[in-house]
C-alpha cells in the first residue's frame, strides 16, 4: 500500500527517531569497548611491571584482573550491541539497512561483530596461558603464542571499535548531530592509537639476538618490519578515515600520550600492591614504567611523512600505486629502533645483524611498511563504506 | 561471506564460549574443598603439631590447592602460609589466602608451574613461632606440539586476514552492482 503525504512525513520521522537510537547505541557501546581497549593496556603494562619485578605469582593477581576487566567489560559490549540492534532490526525491518547481518539471525554494526570475535579470542586464550605457564615456567617470553592471541584480541577489539565509531560518525552526520560526529570521530582517532599501542607489546623483545633470524651467510631482525607493518597500517587508515589534514599524526599523538599516563599510574600501582600483599622484588625497582621507557621515539616521524605525503597526493591526484610507494619509502625512518630507555638501540641492531643483515632487515622493513600501507589503505576504504546509510 | 561460514562460524563460537564458562566454573571449583581431603599430612611447626589436610594431590598446576590446617592449640594459634617452588622450578614463591576456622585454618594455595613445590606453614604462638614443611607435587596436563599452541595462537591474525579478504570481495561485488545500475564508477586507482 502506498503511502499518503503525512503518512510518509511520519514514517521518516520514525526511522530518524529509530536511527538516532542505532547512533547513541553504537557510539556509547562503541566508546565503551574503547574503554576495555584501554584497560587491557594498563593492566598490560602493569602485569610485565609485575613479572619483571615480582613474577607470575598466581592467576588472579590485580594486573590480570584489570585485563580481564577489559576482555570483560569489551565482550560484554559487542554482545549488548547485537542483541539491542537484532531486537530492533527485527520489530523496524527499515533499520536492518543500517547494520550488518550474520547467519540470517543477527544485525549489527560490523564493528562489534569484530569486538565480539576479539574479545572471544583474548578471554579464551587467558586460560590457555595459564596452562603454558604451568608446563613452561612463568618467564616465558611475550612472543608467545597465547600472550599473542590475548594481545592480538585486545588490539582487534581497538579495531573493532574503530569501525563501530565510524558508523556511528557516518549515521551522525546522516541525522546532522555535529556533537555526536565530533566524539566519534575523536574516539576513531584514540581507538586507532589503541590498537597501535596494544600492538606494541609485542615488538619489545624483537631487538636482540634472541629473535634474529641466523641464516648462516646473512643475520635478519624483525623489529623494523612489524613494527613498520603495524604502524604504516594504523597510519594509512586514519588519514582514509579521519576528517583532517594532520590524522596520523594526531594518531601517534594519542600513542604517546598513552605511554607517558602509563608512567605515572603503573610504578605507584605496583608500590602500592607489594607493601599491602608484602611481596618482595626479585630484582631493583626502576620506579619507571617499563613499558614507558620501551616505547619506540620515531613513529612521529612516520606518521608525518605519511600525512605530508597523503596531502601531496590529493593534490597532485596521484595514482594509488605511486602514493603507496612513496609512503613506503619514506615512512621507514620513523620505524627504526630508538627507544627511551636505549636511544642507540638502532645502533646495537647494527653491530648483531652488521652491515649485510642490517640492509636486508630494512628491505624487509620496506615491504612491511608497504604492505602496511595497502592494509591501511583496505581498511580505510572499508571503514568508508561500512554501513553507511 | 557465506551464509554457511557465517553459520559455522557462530557454532565455533557458541562452542568456545561454552568452553570458556566451563573453564570458568572448573578455576572455581579447584578453591572449594571437597568433603574428603586427597592427602593427609601430620607436622609439627616447631612445638605445634599440625594435620594438613590437601584437597588435591597431585595438585593441578595452573589452579588453586585447597588445604586445611588443623591443631588441637588452635585457638590460641596464628597462621600464614606460602607455596614455594623447588630448586630448578621457574616460579616464585605464592602467598596463599588464608581463613581462620575453630580448628585451625583454611585456604587457599597457588601453584602456578609444575614440579615440586613445599607448602611453608608458619605458625605464631604461645611457645613462640614456628615453620612446618609440606611437600607437594603439582602436574599439568600433558603438553600440546608447539607447532599447535602457535596455530591457535594465530587465530586472532587469521580472523584480521579473512576480514580483509572478505572486506575486499565486498568491494569488488559492489563495484559491480554500482557498474550494472550505470552510475558513476568510483575509480579505486586514484588517491581518494
Redesign the interface.
Given at each position: 500500500m502506498a503511502l499518503t503525504g503525512t503518512g510518509a512525513a511520519r514514517s521518516s520521522s520514525s526511522l530518524t527517531r529509530s536511527l538516532s537510537s542505532v547512533l547513541t547505541l553504537r557510539l556509547s557501546l562503541g566508546l565503551v569497548a574503547l574503554l576495555g581497549a584501554t584497560a587491557f593496556f594498563f593492566g598490560t603494562s602493569w602485569d610485565i611491571q609485575w613479572h619483571v619485578l615480582?613474577?607470575?605469582?598466581?592467576?588472579l593477581i590485580p594486573p590480570h584482573l584489570v585485563m580481564l576487566t577489559g576482555v570483560g567489560i569489551s565482550g560484554i559490549a559487542a554482545l549488548s550491541a547485537i542483541v539491542i540492534e537484532t531486537f530492533w532490526a527485527r520489530r523496524n525491518p527499515a533499520l536492518a539497512g543500517s547494520g550488518t547481518t550474520?547467519?540470517?539471525?543477527f544485525s549489527g554494526s560490523l564493528g562489534a561483530y569484530?569486538i565480539?570475535?576479539?574479545a572471544?579470542?583474548s578471554?579464551?586464550?587467558f586460560?590457555?596461558d595459564?596452562?603454558?605457564?604451568?608446563?613452561?615456567?612463568?618467564?616465558v617470553s611475550i612472543l608467545?603464542?597465547?600472550?599473542?592471541?590475548i594481545i592480538?584480541?585486545m588490539a582487534?577489539v581497538a579495531?573493532g571499535s574503530a569501525y563501530m565509531l565510524v558508523s556511528a560518525a557516518h549515521l551522525a552526520a546522516r541525522l546532522d548531530a555535529p556533537i555526536a560526529q565530533r566524539v566519534a570521530t575523536l574516539g576513531v582517532m584514540t581507538a586507532l592509537a589503541l590498537m597501535m599501542s596494544n600492538f606494541t607489546f609485542l615488538l619489545f623483545e624483537l631487538i636482540g639476538r634472541k629473535w634474529t633470524l641466523d641464516l648462516g651467510f646473512l643475520s635478519v631482525n624483525f623489529f623494523i618490519a612489524l613494527a613498520a607493518l603495524l604502524g604504516c597500517w594504523t597510519f594509512v587508515t586514519a588519514t582514509?578515515v579521519l576528517p583532517w589534514r594532520w590524522a596520523a599524526t594526531s594518531v601517534v599523538g594519542i600513542y604517546y600520550l598513552v605511554a607517558l599516563i602509563d608512567n605515572f599510574y603503573v610504578p605507584p600501582a605496583t608500590g602500592v600492591l607489594m607493601n599491602t600483599?608484602?611481596?618482595?622484588l626479585?630484582q631493583a625497582n626502576p620506579g619507571v614504567s617499563i613499558v614507558t621507557f620501551e616505547w619506540p621515539l620515531l613513529p612521529l616521524l612516520a606518521a608525518l611523512a605519511i600525512d605530508i605525503v597523503?596531502q601531496m597526493?590529493?593534490r597532485r591526484?596521484?595514482?594509488?600505486?605511486r602514493?603507496m610507494l612513496t609512503e613506503a619509502t619514506i615512512a621507514i625512518i620513523g620505524f627504526l629502533p630508538v627507544l627511551l630507555w636505549a636511544p642507540a638501540s638502532v645502533a646495537r641492531l647494527f653491530n648483531i645483524l652488521g652491515p649485510v643483515g642490517f640492509v636486508a632487515s630494512l628491505l624487509l622493513g620496506w615491504l612491511g611498511c608497504w604492505l602496511g600501507t595497502w592494509?591501511g589503505q583496505?581498511?580505510g576504504?572499508?571503514m568508508?563504506?561500512v554501513e553507511e546509510v | 561471506m557465506s551464509k554457511l561460514l557465517q553459520r559455522v562460524l557462530l557454532a565455533v563460537g557458541v562452542v568456545a564460549l561454552l568452553v570458556l564458562f566451563g573453564e570458568i566454573g572448573l578455576s572455581i571449583a579447584a578453591t572449594l574443598p571437597g568433603s574428603m581431603p586427597a592427602r593427609v599430612v601430620q607436622v609439627k611447626a616447631g612445638p605445634y603439631p599440625l594435620t594438613v589436610d590437601l584437597y588435591k594431590d597431585p595438585a593441578n598446576a595452573g589452579y588453586a590447592l585447597p588445604f586445611t590446617i588443623s591443631s588441637p592449640q588452635a585457638r590460641s594459634l596464628t597462621f600464614d602460609a606460602s607455596t614455594i617452588p623447588a630448586e630448578g622450578v621457574d616460579a616464585t614463591p605464592v602467598h596463599a589466602s588464608l581463613t581462620a576456622t575453630a580448628n585451625g585454618a583454611q585456604g587457599t594455595a597457588e601453584i602456578t608451574v609444575q614440579g615440586a613445590w613445599t607448602l611453608e606453614v608458619d605458625v605464631n604462638g604461645p611457645a613462640g613461632p614456628g615453620t612446618a614443611l609440606v611437600p607437594i607435587n603439582a602436574t599439568a596436563p600433558p603438553a600440546i606440539p608447539l607447532w599447535l599452541g602457535w596455530l591457535i595462537g594465530l587465530i586472532p591474525l587469521y580472523g584480521l586476514l579473512l576480514f580483509l579478504l572478505m572486506q575486499r570481495k565486498r568491494k569488488a561485488a559492489q563495484a559491480v552492482t554500482v557498474v550494472a545500475g550505470d552510475a558513476p564508477v568510483h575509480n579505486e586507482a586514484q588517491v581518494p
Amino acid at each position: 500500500m502506498a503511502l499518503t503525504g503525512t503518512g510518509a512525513a511520519r514514517s521518516s520521522s520514525s526511522l530518524t527517531r529509530s536511527l538516532s537510537s542505532v547512533l547513541t547505541l553504537r557510539l556509547s557501546l562503541g566508546l565503551v569497548a574503547l574503554l576495555g581497549a584501554t584497560a587491557f593496556f594498563f593492566g598490560t603494562s602493569w602485569d610485565i611491571q609485575w613479572h619483571v619485578l615480582i613474577g607470575r605469582d598466581r592467576t588472579l593477581i590485580p594486573p590480570h584482573l584489570v585485563m580481564l576487566t577489559g576482555v570483560g567489560i569489551s565482550g560484554i559490549a559487542a554482545l549488548s550491541a547485537i542483541v539491542i540492534e537484532t531486537f530492533w532490526a527485527r520489530r523496524n525491518p527499515a533499520l536492518a539497512g543500517s547494520g550488518t547481518t550474520f547467519a540470517d539471525a543477527f544485525s549489527g554494526s560490523l564493528g562489534a561483530y569484530i569486538i565480539g570475535f576479539a574479545a572471544l579470542n583474548s578471554a579464551i586464550a587467558f586460560p590457555l596461558d595459564a596452562y603454558w605457564h604451568a608446563l613452561y615456567g612463568i618467564d616465558v617470553s611475550i612472543l608467545a603464542p597465547f600472550h599473542i592471541m590475548i594481545i592480538s584480541g585486545m588490539a582487534l577489539v581497538a579495531l573493532g571499535s574503530a569501525y563501530m565509531l565510524v558508523s556511528a560518525a557516518h549515521l551522525a552526520a546522516r541525522l546532522d548531530a555535529p556533537i555526536a560526529q565530533r566524539v566519534a570521530t575523536l574516539g576513531v582517532m584514540t581507538a586507532l592509537a589503541l590498537m597501535m599501542s596494544n600492538f606494541t607489546f609485542l615488538l619489545f623483545e624483537l631487538i636482540g639476538r634472541k629473535w634474529t633470524l641466523d641464516l648462516g651467510f646473512l643475520s635478519v631482525n624483525f623489529f623494523i618490519a612489524l613494527a613498520a607493518l603495524l604502524g604504516c597500517w594504523t597510519f594509512v587508515t586514519a588519514t582514509r578515515v579521519l576528517p583532517w589534514r594532520w590524522a596520523a599524526t594526531s594518531v601517534v599523538g594519542i600513542y604517546y600520550l598513552v605511554a607517558l599516563i602509563d608512567n605515572f599510574y603503573v610504578p605507584p600501582a605496583t608500590g602500592v600492591l607489594m607493601n599491602t600483599e608484602h611481596l618482595a622484588l626479585r630484582q631493583a625497582n626502576p620506579g619507571v614504567s617499563i613499558v614507558t621507557f620501551e616505547w619506540p621515539l620515531l613513529p612521529l616521524l612516520a606518521a608525518l611523512a605519511i600525512d605530508i605525503v597523503a596531502q601531496m597526493a590529493r593534490r597532485r591526484n596521484w595514482s594509488l600505486r605511486r602514493l603507496m610507494l612513496t609512503e613506503a619509502t619514506i615512512a621507514i625512518i620513523g620505524f627504526l629502533p630508538v627507544l627511551l630507555w636505549a636511544p642507540a638501540s638502532v645502533a646495537r641492531l647494527f653491530n648483531i645483524l652488521g652491515p649485510v643483515g642490517f640492509v636486508a632487515s630494512l628491505l624487509l622493513g620496506w615491504l612491511g611498511c608497504w604492505l602496511g600501507t595497502w592494509f591501511g589503505q583496505r581498511m580505510g576504504a572499508s571503514m568508508q563504506q561500512v554501513e553507511e546509510v | 561471506m557465506s551464509k554457511l561460514l557465517q553459520r559455522v562460524l557462530l557454532a565455533v563460537g557458541v562452542v568456545a564460549l561454552l568452553v570458556l564458562f566451563g573453564e570458568i566454573g572448573l578455576s572455581i571449583a579447584a578453591t572449594l574443598p571437597g568433603s574428603m581431603p586427597a592427602r593427609v599430612v601430620q607436622v609439627k611447626a616447631g612445638p605445634y603439631p599440625l594435620t594438613v589436610d590437601l584437597y588435591k594431590d597431585p595438585a593441578n598446576a595452573g589452579y588453586a590447592l585447597p588445604f586445611t590446617i588443623s591443631s588441637p592449640q588452635a585457638r590460641s594459634l596464628t597462621f600464614d602460609a606460602s607455596t614455594i617452588p623447588a630448586e630448578g622450578v621457574d616460579a616464585t614463591p605464592v602467598h596463599a589466602s588464608l581463613t581462620a576456622t575453630a580448628n585451625g585454618a583454611q585456604g587457599t594455595a597457588e601453584i602456578t608451574v609444575q614440579g615440586a613445590w613445599t607448602l611453608e606453614v608458619d605458625v605464631n604462638g604461645p611457645a613462640g613461632p614456628g615453620t612446618a614443611l609440606v611437600p607437594i607435587n603439582a602436574t599439568a596436563p600433558p603438553a600440546i606440539p608447539l607447532w599447535l599452541g602457535w596455530l591457535i595462537g594465530l587465530i586472532p591474525l587469521y580472523g584480521l586476514l579473512l576480514f580483509l579478504l572478505m572486506q575486499r570481495k565486498r568491494k569488488a561485488a559492489q563495484a559491480v552492482t554500482v557498474v550494472a545500475g550505470d552510475a558513476p564508477v568510483h575509480n579505486e586507482a586514484q588517491v581518494p
